[in-house]
């Protein structure tokens, strides 16, 4: 009967209209661009606009497609196949596949989706008002693995070594760095699933029945590969998501897989092998 399409169209409408009024403007690029431009020795400023590029396409497709819908809904326009399947996902809390093929890989409900793409608009919008950050905040990258190459390649740029030659050494922190590092970035904001870092910054048993414990900061340190420190570890994997699995991008990263980190532990690797061990940088809630 008609009522339970009145109350569709009016949840869909009024969701529709929420999530309009969460999205910030687009990023001006050119702007953006005249204040950080291409350097040679500051490779962030090329992931910055790159970043901002990725997420004016994704905000651009959520925005036209709900303002289609709410057209769609008035009878302004025709309901088309596509934005049905916008509003009907919308209505059943789940992410528009029209937007996925435009988003970074996401598992989340539609409502922590949005305040997840909110999230990530506002530490670029920081940083675009602010300057580089003291700490990146590693869930917000659409690209991940282009924030790391920039970073390595700053530091092989800095001291005239090959990148090839260099990669990262990993030191966790307890505490919140207030100035930028000499050389490598701290980031913070992923989670370990399987276990948790204790006092003593160690790889240690997850707290019962707690899923999911944040990482504390991490400074990525670049240095010769011949160099790294040695001490006792677990080659932690990095995942975007909680799914680890993910499809071979055309640049040759996985779409899911973002690194190992080196955490320091006295049990072993196949310890935490065992049990699965990983960093998760967006989780599924």
Not at 5 to 16: C, K, M, Q, R
Not at 27 to 34: G, P, S
Not at 64 to 86: I, P
Not at 170 to 184: I, L, Q, R, S, V
Request: some cysteine; glycine content about 6%; aromatic content about 12%.
């Amino acid at each position: 009967g008609g009522g339970g399409g009145d109350s569709f169209d009016e949840l869909v409408s009024e969701l529709a209209n929420d999530i309009l009024g969460k999205l910030p403007p687009q990023f001006d690029i050119e702007a953006v661009q005249k204040k950080y431009p291409v350097l040679y020795n500051e490779s962030m400023n090329t992931v910055l606009a790159q970043e901002l590029t990725r997420f004016n396409k994704l905000t651009a497709t959520i925005r036209s497609s709900l303002q289609n819908v709410l057209k769609a809904l008035k009878g302004l326009v025709v309901m088309s196949a596509e934005l049905e399947a916008v509003s009907k996902a919308c209505f059943s809390n789940v992410i528009p596949a029209l937007w996925l093929k435009k988003s970074f890989p996401s598992l989340k409900p539609l409502a922590a989706y949005v305040a997840d793409v909110v999230m990530r608009l506002s530490f670029f919008q920081s940083w675009v008002d602010h300057g580089v950050p003291v700490i990146f905040n590693m869930p917000a990258f659409y690209f991940t693995q282009a924030f790391m190459t920039g970073t390595l390649q700053n530091y092989a740029r800095k001291y005239s070594i090959p990148i090839d030659t260099v990669d990262f050494d990993f030191e966790f922190t307890n505490d919140m760095p207030t100035k930028k590092a000499a050389d490598g970035a701290y980031v913070h904001g992923a989670y370990f699933e399987g276990a948790r870092m204790n006092e003593q910054l160690e790889l240690d048993e997850p707290m019962p029945k707690v899923l999911f414990e944040p990482v504390p900061v991490l400074l990525l340190s670049p240095a010769l590969t011949n160099q790294f420190k040695d001490y006792p570890h677990y080659n932690c994997p990095v995942y975007k998501t909680a799914e680890r699995r993910g499809v071979l991008a055309t640049t040759g990263h996985s779409s899911n897989f973002v690194m190992y980190v080196r955490v320091p532990t006295d049990r072993g690797q196949a310890h935490w092998t065992k049990r699965g061990t990983a960093i998760i940088l967006s989780l599924s809630v």
